[in-house]
């Protein structure tokens, strides 16, 4: 007798009041026998369990957004959006109700019917029964949701009474704290649909292509037919088995006057794999318009401790925060990008090169569009998920030298000393230049003689004329008169390091671009030099914003001067003359886009890689071409690419065309932009190039001189002299 009085005590708790707890403690009189003990440590448990449940911040699909708000990418670990009870269609709620918790309604978490017959059989020993209310199944994936090791995922799903009596201690506890309608649209948040859909919205989209909120009966009688076997049940996979649970929930919706028997008539007679319009939706960057970018984004979280103390906190964040990214990407000039990569090195071409262009804005440093001729994976010729443009820390590579592009930093440092712009070298086809001294504490170490080579004209240059025919031999002797210590402190300045992160070399082929860099980090250099000298980290990432609309913040961005206004400005009128001069032999005379621009072309030795930078005033880009096998094995020279032969292949043979057509989409419909440059270059300021070149005689006596003395200024360690011979760089 005392064992009964403890059942009937613990249907009292369960909130089995009266007579309902009479014939619970009724029920079990045969097998108290055998089961006071368990009755006395069920109610003893039941009593010491906690009555508050911890609700999950649920997994949810995090969305990467264009700068104009366009969704381009999903990530998720569980493909999840929340949605608030009014965004589903009512007669999915009733299905739901009808389907899994008839008297939702009407008990207080614990259905007594249900918990009867479950106790009793759990009590005699025969295999535990359903009878879970929708309350305590949401308790159930509320606990599975909050596991935190394989022990408590185990527990939570466990075919035991402790569990059941668990399920029901919470359950109570959550229908005092919450109404029905709370508790419905939890479950709905939180249950799993099949097809990796979790929750009602996902499962919507995910079968039908549609919001929750316009579901139809045949569409809401399918989907809550699922929750019992979502796999048992998928109608991609099973189209019978879900017709035929799906005429169960029919049934029941009309037993239960939720629908009529013409309804659910005419619901019987259209074929599930008539209604159901599968939408997948893609994880993760692969299949992103920009996958590239995409993947730079989650670099950029992945790798910011603000984010999470460790890797996996912040991995974790992507996949289940629900976050909103919104980027700085452009849509427009995205697609102008991968559309000038593609056509130029189609990804399939057997040459198995590789391009790839970066634009950043001048003035914010935002990443505007980021394209390779690469699709995103592994399993075959022309994928990969090396993204070309970045450096190793973003899932880069080592980088490639950047040829001649360099020569703009050696501009600036001429600039800063005062050198004349219209002092002529003399620029032989050949020189061994010598007084190259190293950088700080290896200031008084003197480099060996280093030979160079013109792969273009030879004579008498002044900067304008150099600068347009990229002559090697002088930018040599500039360099000698600037050193080479402040041209790398320039660079950096503006962001460029070696693509594995560490310090450019201070070497005498610096101004030939014998470092390996990417060309994200020279497309910022050179959207410096548009922005008159005004520096900004280059960026991906606008805002971020958590599910329930909470900011969290961003990288920062602050933007500092680092080289004057009118060294920048000249070095920008330089590199006009390069694209829009008169010089008959500028080396970017075809790259015109019809709008203010400048630019310069990079050529390393055997055209191991080529490239071509440039600007307007509100758009910088750099685009790349070469082997990532290896460009000095497999060089851009003696080649056939997309149908035509090269021999070999300059910085305006491909890379150029890439640039050109790139900047002419991503700026077609934006008014055209002046450039507003305040050069102060030698002794005042200097509005346009000298006529002198090989094809004038109007050219002052050469001032040229064959030594240098050693930067006074600090800079970055001097690293060993390539070997490569620079002949080509231009």
Known sequence: MQSVHRLAALARLLGL????????AGALVPVVGVTGGLATRSLEGFESLPVTLRSPDLAQQTVIEAADGTPFATLYYQNRISVPLSQVAPIMQRAIID?????FYQHHGVDVRGTLRSLVSTLTGRQVQGGSTITQQLVKQTLLASATDAASAAAATARTPARKLREARYALALERKFTKAQILESYLNIAYFGAGAYGIEAASRRYFSKPASELTLAEAS??????????????L???????????????NMVRLHDITQAQADHVEQTRVVDIVHPASVPNGCTGSIAPFFCDYVMQTIRTDVAFGPTLAARDALLRTGGLHIRTSLSLQAQKAAQKAVDRTIPRNDPSRKAAAISLVQPGTGAIVAMAQNRLWGTSGVGMTTYNYNTNMAFSGTRGMQAGSTFKVFVLAAAMEKGLSPTEVINSPKTRTFTQFYGCGANGASLFPPYTVSNSTHSGRFNMYTGTAE?????FMALEQKTGICRPAEIAMSMGVTKADGSALEAVPSFVLGANEVSPLSLANAYATFAAHGLYCPAHAVLSITKADGTALPVPPT???????RGVADG????????????????????MALGRPAAGKTGTTDDSAAVWFCGFTPDLAGCAWAGDPRGGFKYKMSDIVINHVRYTPVYGASIPGPIWKATMQGALKGAPVVQFDLKPVL??????GPAACGPATSSCPASSDTATATPSATPGVPAGPTPTMSPSLSH
């Open 470 to 474: 990229s002559v090697n031999t002088y």
């Open 99 to 103: 389907t899994e918790d008839e008297r």
């Open 571 to 590: 070095v920008a009128l330089m590199l006009r003359g390069v694209i829009d001069g008169n010089d008959p032999h500028r080396t970017g005379g075809t």
């Open 222 to 235: 399918l989907l809550a037919g699922l929750v019992q076997q979502p796999s048992g049940y998928d109608p």
């Open 558 to 564: 602050s933007c500092s001067q680092v080289i004057a």
């Open 17 to 24: 009041g009266g007579v309902a707890g009479l014939l619970l």
């Open 682 to 687: 030698g002794n005042g300021v200097i509005e």
């Open 237 to 251: 996979r099973h189209p019978q088995a879900a017709t035929d649970r799906r005429s169960k929930v029919l049934r």
